[in-house]
């Protein structure tokens, strides 16, 4: 499903201070930074988006991006400095084996077909390269707020070891995150916003008020810290940290 061009410059425009991204790149930061030899790999963002994660990604080496929305790869190019190309996550435009990491953030639920999408991601995948992925997390917590962002499923922890599994991946780390401000979000979810709105949502990223914001910022910075050290359980969120054979 593609987004609507509102959505795409919503999330271009805010992004670089929404609690969730900041706090997603946190929790992905604690699962790479122990990783070697980081600062030197070859990166390609699947999904990239408006691009919000090129920055981050950089500091772990040299960064590509690719999306199906030719909207979203018109954002990326507005912020310069990474190639970026139009293209399906079932058909990538680059060679076999050609990364050391392969990130794919929040995409793999909007597609009717995941396994083959897993299947060219670790194709793109240098040997002994990983990919890390993130996906909503609890079939149960699906509602109107998936509906609308395009999400067909939410998963399980088995469901991501058994796609893994048949995609010849071995994983590293499988862990959730959002567990702190899990029933935070369950409460905002039931009410339809976390600005206070009409209970109504929208594809645009809602302005959150700012003690919000850094609330919800500073439980997954904490999060992140625990990640570092342990899968966690719970959340409405997992990332998955897999290495190529």
């Not at 919000?52 to 990604?57: M, P, Q």
């Not at 079932?90 to 083959?116: A, G, K």
């Amino acid at each position: 499903m593609k987004l609507a061009k509102q959505a795409y410059r919503s999330i271009y425009e805010k992004e670089d201070e929404h609690w969730w991204f900041l706090g997603r790149r946190k929790v992905l930061g604690a699962l790479l930074d122990g990783l070697e030899p980081g600062g030197e790999w070859r990166i390609l963002d699947v999904g990239c988006g408006t691009g919000g994660n090129f920055a981050f990604l950089s500091r772990y080496g040299e960064v590509e991006g690719c999306d199906y929305s030719e909207e979203a790869v018109r954002f990326c190019r507005l912020r310069g400095g990474v190639p970026v190309k139009e293209a399906s996550i079932y058909e990538l435009p680059y060679p076999d084996e050609s990364f050391d990491l392969v990130t794919c953030l929040d995409v793999i639920e909007h597609l009717r077909l995941d396994l083959p999408a897993f299947l060219e991601l670790k194709r793109v995948a240098k040997k002994g390269g990983r990919l890390l992925v993130t996906l909503p997390a609890g079939p149960g917590l699906y509602s109107d707020f998936d509906c609308l962002a395009g999400h067909l499923r939410r998963y399980t922890l088995p469901e991501v070891k058994l796609l893994m599994r048949e995609s010849g991946l071995e994983i590293e780390r499988l862990t959730g995150y959002t567990v702190l401000v899990h029933p935070l979000i369950r409460y905002y979810r039931r009410r339809g916003s976390f600005s206070g709105g009409d209970g109504k949502y929208t594809q645009a990223m809602e302005t959150i008020f700012r003690p919000t914001n850094r609330l919800l910022e500073m439980a997954l910075a904490l999060e992140a810290r625990l990640v570092s050290r342990w899968d966690l359980r719970g959340g409405s969120s997992l990332a998955a940290l897999a290495r190529r054979s």
